[in-house]
Nanobody
Framework: QVQLVESGGGLVQSGGSLRLSCAVSGSIFSINNMGWYRQAPGKQRELVANITSGGSTNYADSVKGRFTISRDNAKNTEYLQMNSLKPEDTAVYYC???????????????WGQGTQVTVSS
């Protein structure tokens, strides 16, 4: 069983900062991509940022220069540092990982339970 446990969401004023964490545990052979998605009410889930096993990053245009994704491979944990938050960043944030549970297994996608981020104006 693979589990993703998110933490760090909450309520913050516009211009503030939050740091999200996502710890992956269970039967894991290797983790490839890690990422963060978000879904606002009435909207589709969208990619916020992702990071490869080699450390290459990719960001949505709306968060470039404000958000930073990182990972600690020794701890199987990813982070999303969010600065200069805006009301339009309000959403449920989900962590995502693509991993293999054994050497011979195919890669599979796993999701966290979601954490609410609310930015007040």
């Amino acid at each position: 069983q693979v589990q993703l446990v998110e933490s760090g969401g909450g309520l913050v004023q516009s211009g503030g900062s939050l740091r999200l964490s996502c710890a992956v545990s269970g039967s894991i052979f290797s983790i490839n991509n890690m990422g963060w998605y978000r879904q606002a009410p009435g909207k589709q889930r969208e990619l916020v940022a992702n990071i490869t096993s080699g450390g290459s990053t990719n960001y949505a245009d709306s968060v470039k220069g404000r958000f930073t994704i990182s990972r600690d491979n020794a701890k199987n944990t990813e982070y999303l540092q969010m600065n200069s938050l805006k009301p339009e960043d309000t959403a449920v944030y989900y962590c995502h990982v693509r991993l293999k549970v054994t050497l011979w297994a195919y890669e599979d996608d796993y999701w966290g339970q979601g954490t609410q981020v609310t930015v007040s104006s």
